[in-house]
């Protein structure tokens, strides 16, 4: 589902254990509750968004902020960002 207050833009939360993602909704929670009322670990969903238009990848969500884990609503460990890069381009570019 893409939100319609950002037409080509969609919000997505990356299980990178698993390298699922569930997209759309208004607010990562929204698809981080998918994923784990699907079994998924909290410590491996992080959030992001994809721009359909551009294929830019973000990785910015407050479901990133953990205390004692991530201080930042961006991803910063590069490993992170690479296994989200390679399971959002996955599901939106194939």
Same mark, same amino acid.
């Given at each position: 589902?893409?939100?319609?207050?950002?037409?080509?833009?969609?919000?997505? +939360?990356?299980? %990178?254990?698993?390298?699922? @993602?569930?997209? !759309?909704?208004?607010?990562?929670?929204?698809?981080?509750? *998918?994923?784990?009322?699907?079994?998924?670990?909290?410590?491996?969903?992080?959030?992001?968004?994809?721009?359909?238009?551009?294929?830019? +990848?973000?990785? %910015?969500?407050?479901?990133? @902020?953990?205390? !004692?884990?991530?201080?930042?609503?961006?991803?910063?460990? *590069?490993?992170?960002?690479?296994?989200?890069?390679?399971?959002?381009?996955?599901?939106?570019?194939?």
């Amino acid at each position: 589902m893409v939100q319609e207050d950002y037409p080509g833009y969609v919000k997505v +939360v990356v299980d %990178v254990e698993k390298k699922v @993602l569930a997209a !759309g909704g208004q607010w990562h929670a929204d698809a981080e509750k *998918v994923l784990l009322g699907l079994g998924s670990k909290q410590e491996n969903l992080w959030g992001g968004a994809m721009d359909l238009e551009t294929g830019e +990848v973000n990785y %910015v969500s407050l479901i990133n @902020l953990r205390p !004692g884990i991530s201080q930042s609503m961006e991803v910063i460990d *590069v490993d992170v960002r690479d296994v989200m890069r390679e399971v959002i381009y996955r599901v939106f570019k194939e």
